[in-house]
C-alpha cells in the first residue's frame, strides 16, 4: 500500500479539501495507460482503477468517484477527463507515441 497515494487520492477517513480544491482546477486531465501494460497491475489503475483481489474496478465504480473524494467525478461531469490507451507495453514510446500525447498539451 503506498501512504503518499492514500493521501493525495484523499483516501484517509479525514478528507484534506484542498486536495480537491487544486484537482478541480484542472481544466483538463488526460489520463494515458498502455494496450499491453506489463508493470502496473492491474493495468486500471493507470486510470484510477483499482483491485478488490479478485477483479479490477473501473475509476467510476469506485468509492472515491461515487462520494468525489479529490473532485475525479465532477472534472468527469464537466467533460474534462480524457482516457487515451496507447500502444504496446509499459512505457513503450515510440514516433507515434510521442505525436499521440503532444495532441493534448495546449
Known amino acids: 500500500m503506498n501512504n503518499f497515494l492514500i493521501d493525495i ?7 484534506n479539501a484542498k486536495y480537491r480544491e487544486n484537482f478541480m482546477r ?11 501494460e506489463d508493470v502496473v497491475h492491474p493495468k486500471e489503475s493507470t486510470n484510477f482503477g483499482y483491485t478488490d483481489g479478485t477483479r479490477a474496478i473501473p475509476m467510476r465504480e469506485l468509492p472515491m468517484y461515487k462520494e468525489d473524494w ?4 465532477a472534472l468527469d461531469e464537466r467533460g474534462a477527463i480524457t482516457q487515451v490507451e496507447l ?9 507515434a507515441t510521442v505525436r499521440t500525447i503532444l495532441r493534448f498539451l495546449d
Do not use: M, Q, S
Open 9 to 15: 487520492n484523499n483516501e484517509r477517513h479525514h478528507k
Open 26 to 36: 484542472l481544466d483538463k486531465l488526460v489520463i494515458f495507460h498502455f494496450a499491453h
Open 70 to 73: 479529490i473532485g475525479l467525478r
Open 87 to 95: 500502444p504496446g507495453e509499459h512505457l513503450e514510446i515510440t514516433r
